[in-house]
């Protein structure tokens, strides 16, 4: 299996501001994603995090507001910009092991709260 | 496009008691099916998968679920219900379809455990 770990666990943010969260998982992995789960919401993907090159995005997610960067296989970030309380949210990163495609491990979650 | 559909954003059942929680997914491609775990403040947590092979699956925590191609289900059950078992359960879907995989969560289902 894989840990993941996410930093900072939770933030409260002043609108306007920017966030940047990290993820780090223990073990190589080929894949990594960031998920936004809203209160009382299902988690919605955002993007996946792809090694060396620019994130893929999901419909509705854009590289300006949620930049992503994975500089190695075990690393990345996402930061939220210029945020409004509608971004208060959970934000959790995922990864899927190399050779395991059929299971994703997840961190624990950063909790987000804008003013 | 795949999706997952989950009957019930709360359930109440008693200690003892069986849990069924129900989840009906569309996809285009055979899928891979999974049960996850949410307990309050963490992340989540696989209960079950399924990818091929036996239709009833095992799971920790003494949870299972089977795969019904012809009902498009993948329901989750536990013959009694524990007061450690109340937490937000989500289904999700994942293929490989345009080269990646991606998963899709259910809107999920909190599970109430009363003494």
């Known amino acids: 299996s894989a840990v993941i770990s996410q930093k900072p666990s939770r933030d409260i943010c002043q609108r306007g501001t920017s966030l940047t969260i990290q993820c780090q998982v223990d073990?190589?992995?080929?894949?990594m994603f960031w998920y936004r789960q809203q209160p009382g919401q299902s988690l919605t993907l955002i993007a996946t995090?792809?090694?060396?090159?620019?994130?893929?995005?999901e419909s509705g997610f854009v590289i300006d507001k949620f930049p992503i960067s994975r500089p190695n296989l075990t690393f990345s970030t996402l930061t939220v910009s210029n945020m409004s309380p509608e971004d208060s949210s959970i934000y959790l990163c995922?990864?899927?092991?190399?050779?395991?495609?059929?299971?994703?491990?997840f961190g624990p979650g950063t909790r987000l709260t804008v003013l | 496009a795949q999706s997952v559909t989950q009957l019930g954003s709360h359930v109440s059942v008693s200690e003892g008691a069986l849990v069924l929680l129900r989840c009906n997914y569309s996809s285009s491609v055979p899928p891979y099916l999974f049960w996850y775990v949410q307990y309050p403040n963490q992340g989540l947590q696989l209960l079950l998968k399924?990818?091929?092979?036996?239709?009833l699956v095992k799971g920790i925590n003494g949870f299972e679920a089977e795969f019904k191609k012809s009902e498009t289900s993948f329901h989750l059950t536990k013959p009694s219900a524990h007061m450690s078992d109340a937490a937000e359960y989500f289904c999700a879907v994942s293929d490989f379809s345009g080269g990646y995989q991606k998963v899709t969560f259910g809107t999920g289902t909190k599970l109430q455990v009363i003494p």
């Open positions: 073990s190589q992995v080929t894949m």
């Open positions: 995090a792809n090694q060396g090159s620019e994130a893929t995005y």
């Open positions: 995922s990864s899927l092991l190399a050779g395991r495609y059929n299971e994703q491990f």
């Open positions: 399924y990818t091929t092979g036996a239709t």
